[in-house]
């Protein structure tokens, strides 16, 4: 057992190298958080999100609680996602929660926007979201995972394991025709345009691609194989020979179950090698697998993380090198991740988040010379940082003692963290320096954060 003595030399130890460390220009994502304006008594889930533009569009299924009312709604953002309006687009009720939502929504342009989802639902609208035609697709037995359209006109739908699974329009979706070309699994896909469309198998990723509309198919084989221990499930498809493939990787932690972390292939030959990009399996950071991206018509992409909570991956060479980034919110939040992602006219992105009740991320890239540690305390974070007069601590973590440390090792300010796992710390009085945050879990100090306190 470490004497008291011990455990203060332990501390000094790692305040030192903290204070001493170089400073580094780092990223972060200043965020505005927000909530979708339903009934009261209302869960929500925000499913979808895509922009073209700053045209945005988010999907919702609004669950009136004790009651099984479940309604299709939209969020509408003519602002790049600074502000919303709800839409209705007049399905009825739902009494079963997760059967016919909306599992992607694609923004073509301003005035045309396309959702698909479960039990055969594929909704389209030609005046921005004022009106909203319910289509038809030539089966009774799908749920669909992926549309995508090279111009308002020619799409592309596919269905994952059903038969068929591959539909594709050239008049909007007013005729919808099933292509004789099936695989199980199939969970993305992209129009090109002129009858040249791609699609991407699950698992593997393995794709498949057609440039005389499924007359003749060509297939790219897998970026992993077996012994990679992972799963590619979702890709991205660029303009030209660009292809993006992303999921998780699988370890085993000593004392922990099996857990998932990100991976990222890339390839820029239409598939025909590839190179893994990004890869982290490092054990004292929480990720997740990477769930969502941007699009990649973009030097700029952004990827969600499933357990990310403060966490996005970034790039600035079209996926070429990836970094994982910090999220800084201007409100209290308790999100385990993004579901959806897209990026607007200004190069911020616009994501989902969620946990309980969902929300919308508007972030906007900031650099600091703050390094940011939020994830040495297992799930558990600060902000503001840089910060003036209070910190938010936020931890999975409940009714744990915090202290804040000077360079010196010398404490400077107590609190505790409260039922919710959450605390407000009044830095007012504290003289402009940089500090380190600890939280004392079972005898240890776990680091929270190095923060930097700016006076007035």
């Known amino acids: 057992m470490l004497t008291k003595m011990q455990k203060q030399m332990a501390r000094l130890f790692l305040l030192s190298w903290l204070a001493l460390m170089p400073a580094t220009t ?4 200043h965020c505005k958080i927000t909530i979708p304006e339903v009934e009261a008594d209302t869960q929500f889930i925000v499913t979808s999100v895509s922009c073209a533009g700053n045209n ?3 999907s919702i299924l609004a669950d009136k609680v004790q009651s099984y009312d479940v309604k299709i709604l939209f969020q509408r953002s003519n602002d790049g996602g600074r502000t919303w309006a709800i839409q209705d687009p007049g399905l009825p009720n739902q009494i079963v929660a997760y059967r016919n939502r909306i599992t992607k929504v694609e923004q073509i342009d301003s005035l045309n926007i396309v959702a698909i989802g479960d039990t055969m639902l594929a909704l389209r609208t030609f005046d921005g979201g004022i ?5 038809t697709l030539p089966t009774t037995i799908v749920d669909l995972e992926d549309v995508s359209f090279a111009n308002p006109n020619e799409g592309i739908i596919v269905a994952a394991d059903f038969a068929p699974s591959i539909f594709t329009t050239s008049d909007g979706g007013e005729h919808w025709n099933a292509v004789s070309f099936w695989q199980p699994s199939l969970w993305q896909c992209h129009a090109y345009g002129n009858g040249r469309f791609r699609v991407f198998k699950y698992d593997l990723g393995e794709t498949y691609y057609t440039s005389d509309n499924w007359k003749t198919v060509d297939s790219t084989k897998g970026a992993i194989d077996r012994s990679d221990s992972a799963i590619l499930s979702d890709c991205n498809f660029g303009s030209g020979d660009t292809i993006i493939e992303f999921g998780a990787v699988f370890v085993n932690s ?3 179950p099996t857990r998932d972390y990100p991976i990222i292939v890339r390839s820029t030959d239409a598939g025909q090698s590839w190179k893994v990009v990004f890869k982290d399996t490092d054990t004292s950071v929480v990720l997740g697998y990477v769930r969502t991206m941007s699009p990649l018509d973009r030097d700029t992409i952004f990827a969600g993380l499933s357990l990310g909570r403060t966490r996005v991956l970034f790039s600035t060479d079209r996926g070429e090198t990836w970094s994982i980034d910090t999220l800084l919110f201007d409100t209290a939040v308790d999100y385990i991740g993004m579901y959806s992602v897209a990026m607007n006219a200004s190069g911020q992105f616009v994501g989902a988040m969620g946990l309980a009740n969902d929300a919308l991320v508007l972030g906007d890239r900031a650099v600091s010379s703050v390094q940011s540690f939020e994830h040495l305390a297992y799930y558990s974070y600060l902000y503001p ?3 003036t007069h209070s910190v938010n601590v936020v931890s999975e973590d409940r009714n744990h003692p915090l202290h804040v440390y000077d360079i010196l090792g010398r404490e400077v300010l107590r609190s505790q963290l409260g039922e919710n796992g959450k ?4 830095v007012s009085m504290l003289p402009a320096g940089m500090y380190v945050v600890m939280l004392e879990h079972d005898g240890s100090f776990l ?3 190095r ?6």
């Open 447 to 449: 680091p929270v954060s």
């Open 131 to 135: 009106t909203w035609h319910q289509q």
């Open 254 to 256: 000593p004392g922990f």
């Open 26 to 29: 780092w990223a972060q994502f």
């Open 451 to 456: 923060v930097a306190i700016i006076g007035d």
């Open 423 to 426: 605390c407000k710390l009044d």
């Open 385 to 387: 940082n840089p910060a």
């Open 56 to 58: 945005c569009t988010a």
